[in-house]
């Protein structure tokens, strides 16, 4: 049972900065999920935790330890690799306890017992005589997982556990983690750069980009409230559409729409940093004009006749591409400069250089900064929760 | 670094196709018969030519006099077993031979832990300079045998090891070959298995004696055969600094046996039996580790 | 980023490398110093050490008979390379063209790689012998009298038919990997192409196996002129007239027969200039060809 807390941890790599300044607290028995492209520092901040490498600045905590000198195995954490990890010339049960040997602290029926109960849990009693290369890459990870549970450590450091696995066995495991998660209540930091994986994992997630963290948030708050540009683009696949407009008197105004922004609430005003929404942008009478760039999701933009519910502010597009993907229709469109990619119904007679008149949901819209990416108006208000206001105060 | 190590794996599956044969692989070129024909009978041609000396020296070993000097003359004799214990007895090569094996053995055994040993704090030693020290190390491919054994020859003498095992041993311990061989295979083994040691706190002993030894045991295998081939097919050294007859290696009492022939003194069919056995031991050991052997060979290319 | 440094005991390291090191040192780098500077002695069994600065040097650049045996040595290397990889890259091409048999012809080319210097030595000389070699009576019945005990250059080519011999193996275990890894799809592109057999050897498999054919050139050259004392010492002893003295045997005699170490240690440190510049051909040539391999 562990909180871990970062404070201002740097690592920089000869003139490279892997991690810059990562502040964030892994709450006890939580399990985070930290996504983010290649090199955007989140193993680097996995392996900082682990030990495997030496912070340059800032300080790592274990509850009120301060571990950010020690060795890794006086921090009591178990580690998940991508490529399991396993040596090659061991059963399955001599993986799983020969860690367990070199620290001594084990009887020799206390290890008996640990690895039953092990096994049982991850259904590897039949592996653990065999060999790694008698097993599945899914038989693997379950190893893997036997050896780091086995020894109850205080938290679990997952490195892209299943990106080694086939598509339909990752989504297997990653229900079984979720399973196994619920079971053991161990603190769980889990490093992915896929983001559906974290959606659908995370109670919380962490996204990073050059080595700083962008956001933290459960997940549908960051599907829904991103607060810049990278984290709106990076979650959700198809990516968000952008498109640079000029706010004027709460209207969003590109050449070939217009879209008038439903007054906006700021919630909690933590979510919207730079934002001085209802005064500048969001009241009709404000007039004063700037730049931003709109977001809105594919999936929050429809043909006009699918969804007569949305209301009357609709704008003409040009049909460039459809890509049907089954469960719907992902229609690539132009409208004036801009190109934006709509979800239609899936069978929809639309045809590329045909003209379709699109609508959206007007409370998914997002407006961000231009320069800096800061988000600065959500069209629907942010859910405030305790839970969340703590740990944005926290951070 | 990891597009060298992709490269090595590369090779490595390479090699064990072409060792095991790989008969399941359908052979690329769709040839046909009359090619395939062709191929088979170059290769005949060829291969007889590589093998055809040494079973002429086969063939003459079990004949009484050895004296062949027309084709026909190349049908077996009956007089091996006779030829090859004079050989061995009385003309010592029993002697030679164990002599060779000796120093062969010591120089691989000792060359293999000191060499494990460097390669070991190269690769998992946090110390400052070690990439100097692998160069240095590195450094001594330029210093074969023929560029120091007058030197080498004083100071073994000086050392008074003149004669003996330490002098045809020792100075064979320091092998780059075998800490770059080694060094290369340790790199190729992945990093989070290493981490995972790490992280359970496994210490140096366990871990060299548990997780790398037993993850090594082809290269060492391999490098173990290079480095016997090496020691027993040594000559020049030998020659120069043992001056008994008691200390000889094989590879030199074969010449001692060359110039009793030279001399009248003695049958060819008894120098080929020496050649034979000079040969065996390398080549049974080559033939019976191939696998490891190429493959080890695969990592020393870089 | 990630990091296989994990022990951090700094005297351990030190006492692991010890032993290496020591025999580096005192084994390899000292005698090799010593060599340097005995070169610039005059320096011999029971006489007084004399400095005599680089008069051994000037010796050498002006013996004419040392000159020779650079010169013999230099075409010896020439053919041993050619040769060796000649037949070599040949052999190694039927043994991937063949369609079946392949381990076994592999292992039947390649064992000369254990094969004792000195064992190849005396077989040829005794297959080759003047009055009693099996193959004398074949050859001299086409009209060609052998007679390399007297004739030099007859001599320089057995020694050159032996070294080849012992060669070929080593080389056909690098290039049979370095031709595996030619990627199928540019065999299957040249046959669809109708490119021929040799051609396809020369013009695909050739350039790319560059890399590994440049590391053999080096080899066998070093090869040829350290590895082939043996062959020299029992087939010929440097004869006839001199004709087969190559640089290894030449400084043998200097040393162990005239007891010149002085002169002897000269054309030890000859030879480690030899050496060091092949090594640095090698490396540079490795370096600008990787990425044929990569």
């Not at chain 1, 001599?94 to 109960?117: H, K, W």
């Not at chain 1, 991103?226 to 008197?249: K, L, S, T, W």
């Not at chain 1, 069978?347 to 949901?361: C, I, K």
């Not at chain 3, 005239?258 to 090594?279: H, P, Q, R």
Request: with cysteine.
């Amino acid at each position: 049972m562990t909180t871990i807390t970062l404070r201002n941890l740097r690592k920089e790599f000869d003139d490279v900065v892997a991690v810059n300044g990562v502040d964030l607290t892994v709450r006890d028995g939580e399990f985070l999920v930290v996504v983010g492209p290649s090199g955007c520092g989140k193993s680097t901040t996995l392996r900082l935790l682990a030990g495997l490498e030496t912070a340059t600045d800032g300080e790592i905590r274990m509850d009120d330890r301060d571990v950010t000198g020690t060795e890794p195995k006086e921090r009591n954490v178990a580690m998940v690799f991508q490529n399991y990890a396993l040596y090659p010339h061991m059963t399955g049960r001599r993986n799983i306890t020969f860690g367990m040997n070199a620290t001594d602290s084990f009887t020799d029926e206390e290890i008996d017992r640990r690895v039953a109960e092990a096994a049982e849990t991850l259904d590897i009693t039949d592996l653990l005589d065999r060999k790694p290369q008698a097993m599945s890459g899914g038989e693997r990870q379950r190893v893997a997982l036997g050896r780091a549970i086995v020894r109850d450590p205080d938290a679990f450091l997952m490195d892209e556990p299943l990106s080694n696995l086939d598509a339909k066995l990752r989504i297997q495991m990653r229900a079984e983690l979720t399973r196994l998660h619920a079971e053991l209540g161990t603190t769980t930091v889990y490093v992915t750069h896929d983001q559906t994986e974290a959606m659908t994992l995370g109670e919380w997630v962490v996204v990073m980009d050059d080595g700083e963290i962008q956001q933290v948030d459960p997940p549908q708050a960051l599907y829904d409230f991103p607060e810049n540009r990278f984290v709106a683009e990076f979650i959700g696949d198809p990516a968000m559409n952008m498109i640079d407009v000029a706010v004027e008197g709460g209207v969003a105004v590109h050449d070939a729409f217009r879209i008038p922004l439903p007054t906006g609430e700021t919630g909690d005003g933590k979510a919207i940093e730079n934002g001085t929404p209802a005064e500048s942008f969001a009241d009709p009478d404000a007039g004063n004009r700037r730049n931003a760039v709109l977001g809105v999701r594919p999936e929050d933009l429809h043909p006009a006749r699918d969804r007569p519910d949305l209301g009357e502010t609709t704008f003409d597009a040009t049909v460039d591409v459809t890509e049907p993907l089954g469960d719907s229709l992902l229609v690539h469109c132009s409208v004036g400069d801009a190109t934006f990619k709509m979800g239609a119904e899936p069978r929809s007679s639309l045809e590329p250089g045909e003209t379709v008149s699109v609508t959206y949901d007007p409370e998914r819209l997002h407006l961000f900064e231009p320069e800096t990416g800061e988000a600065f108006y959500h069209s629907a208000t942010a859910p405030v929760t305790s839970d969340r206001l703590e740990r944005v105060a926290n951070d | 670094m990891t597009n060298a190590i992709q490269y090595t794996k590369r090779r490595f599956e390479a090699l064990k196709g072409a060792i095991a044969g790989d008969d399941e692989d359908e052979p690329l070129a769709v040839i046909g018969r009359e090619e395939s024909v062709s191929v088979h009978l170059q290769l005949w041609l060829l291969v007889g030519m590589v093998v055809f000396p040494i079973l002429v020296a086969v063939v003459v070993s079990t004949k009484q006099q050895g004296i062949v000097t027309s084709l026909p003359d190349l049908i077996p004799g009956t007089y091996a077993v006779e030829n090859y214990r004079e050989a061995i007895v009385d003309y010592g090569f029993g002697r030679f031979m164990w002599n060779s094996l000796l120093m062969s053995v010591v120089v691989v055994v000792g060359k293999l832990v000191i060499s494990v040993f460097a390669a070991m704090a190269i690769v998992y030693y946090r110390v400052p300079y070690k990439d100097l020290v692998f160069l240095f190390v590195l450094f001594t491919l330029l210093l074969p045998v023929p560029v120091r054994f007058i030197p080498l020859f004083q100071l073994i003498n000086d050392l008074g090891w003149g004669n003996s095992l330490l002098a045809i041993t020792v100075p064979y311990l320091a092998s780059a070959t075998t800490v770059f061989i080694l060094r290369q295979h340790f790199l190729s083994i992945p990093n989070s298995i290493v981490e995972t040691a790490k992280l359970d706190g496994v210490g140096p002993v366990k871990f060299t004696l548990q997780v790398l030894i037993p993850m090594s045991r082809g290269v060492l295998v391999g490098v173990s055969i290079i480095m016997f081939v090496y020691a027993w097919n040594q000559y020049l050294w030998p020659l120069v600094i043992i001056d008994s007859e008691a200390n000889q290696v094989a590879q030199v009492g074969l010449q001692l046996l060359q110039g009793d022939v030279q001399g009248g003194q003695l049958s060819w069919s008894l120098v080929m039996a020496g050649s034979v056995l000079t040969l065996l031991p390398p080549l049974a050991l080559m033939i019976l580790f191939r696998k490891p052997l190429l493959e080890t060979f695969a990592i020393q290319q870089k | 980023m990630s990091t296989r440094e994990i022990f951090d005991g700094r005297l351990e390291a030190a006492l692991l490398l010890a032993p290496t090191l020591l025999v580096s040192v005192v084994f390899l780098y000292y005698p090799t110093a010593l060599a340097f500077r005995t070169s610039l002695f005059d320096a011999g069994f029971g006489r007084a050490e004399e400095f005599v600065g680089l008069e051994n040097y000037l010796t050498l650049l002006e013996s004419s008979a040392y000159h020779r045996s650079v010169a013999i040595s230099v075409l010896f290397a020439a053919l041993v390379v050619v040769g060796t990889i000649t037949v070599s890259l040949y052999l190694t091409f039927l043994i991937h063209e063949v369609d079946d048999g392949q381990g076994w012809y592999l292992i039947s080319v390649i064992w000369p790689y254990a094969l004792p210097p000195a064992v190849a030595a005396l077989v040829f000389l005794f297959i080759l012998h003047p009055t009693l070699g099996v193959l004398t009576g074949p050859i001299e019945a086409v009209g060609f009298d052998v007679d390399w005990f007297n004739d030099g250059p007859q001599a320089f080519l057995v020694v050159l038919l032996v070294a080849i011999w012992k060669q070929i193996g080593y080389n056909v275990i690098f290039m049979i990997a370095a031709m595996k890894d030619v990627p199928d799809a540019l065999t299957e592109t040249a046959e669809l192409d109708g490119v021929g057999r040799l051609r396809r050897l020369v013009s695909v498999y050739v350039p790319i196996m560059t890399p590994t054919l440049f590391f053999l050139v080096i080899i066998n050259t070093i090869y040829a002129f350290f590895g082939t004392f043996a062959f020299v010492d029992l087939l010929t002893s440097g004869g006839p007239a001199n004709a087969t003295n190559v640089l290894i045997f030449d400084l043998y005699r200097e040393g162990f027969s005239f007891f010149n170490f002085g002169v002897a240690s000269t054309k030890s440190v000859v030879l480690f200039l030899v050496v060091a510049v092949l090594m640095v051909i090698q490396f540079r040539l490795t370096e600008e060809y990787s990425y044929y391999g990569a």
